[in-house]
């Protein structure tokens, strides 16, 4: 038989007293305090390590990009490099990348940007090649090239295409349009006024790099300072709550894309003007990956709600660095493209982190 003093010894709830002395142990309080407070600082660490990484990523390489070229390059620091080389290459991509980071801040895309070009191009020199005015053949081109964006827009605002889709048709069909409009032929120009835009150097400085510069400057005060800016982010974040909120949504992403187009078509008369001839074959080609690859480096989510007009910008110029970089450095063509790709992609990891 069991000795009843022992049975009377034991506790009537241990699990309660094994609880109360676990809890109320000020040692463990302390070190479940420390524990947590070290994992909130690390987690804390990474979101801003993150932020800083899609805020001033593309700047900070591209400023890596710049110093080791000035040590390791040759001749990289002179004027005419980094006026003619550097900056007059980028400015086209850059003009291109401003359309395409307020299209991408709707939530949309444009595909359809390097056939704008060569329509656009290809309108302008063939009106001047029939003796038509300079002024007359810049007016119509720009014009054909705002008629292409309200195509787009007019898909994708009022039908409901996916924008994908809406932009795709005219970067397959805009480039036969082109075709069309010189039966395929490279067409030469010598008309110094209209080939302005191209060839000018007011002050020493490339036409382009100035246009580019403009661009730049009018798109971020109207994306910062005007209500369909506003609207712009309102729409890219969330369309129905903005439409609940009496935006215009649709009226909104019609002018955006028939901006992108306009910006795409300036654009092809700077090519056109800058190669003395109209080639409807290769304008523009692969202009629409460069312009969405600068907006995403700049780190700007693809999924919309925020528009980087000077990230874009700066995006396109470290992207045209680096490859000069590597090209200049032996590297070929198709290896630096994969590089590029590489870049984009931890743009993109980048962007993942903080969803």
Known sequence: M???????????NPGATRSTETVGHPVAESSAGSTTAAVGDSARRKVQWTLWGQRYGAIAALVALFIYNAIDTPFFLSRSSLLFVLLRQAAPIAIVAVGMAIVIGTAGIDLSVGSVMAIAGQVGATLVLHGHPFLLAIVAALLVSALCGLFNGTLVARFGVQPIIATLILFIAGRGIAQLITGGELQPLANPAFQWIGLARPSGVPAQVIVAFVVAVVAWLVMRLTVYGRHVLAVGGNEAASRLAGVPA????????????FLAGLVGLIAVSANSASDANNTGVGMELDAIAAVAVAGTPLTGGKVTVWGAVVGAVMLKLLQNTLISHG?????????????????????????
Not at 331 to 355: F, P
Request: proline share 4%.
């Open 2 to 12: 069991s000795d009843p003093r022992q049975a009377d010894s034991r506790p009537a």
């Open 250 to 261: 649709s009226r909104v992403k019609l002018v955006t894309y028939v901006t992108s187009a």
């Open 331 to 355: 590297i070929t063509k198709e290896v630096a493209q994969m590089i590029e790709g590489a870049v984009i992609i931890a743009a993109l990891a980048l962007q993942r982190q903080e969803a």
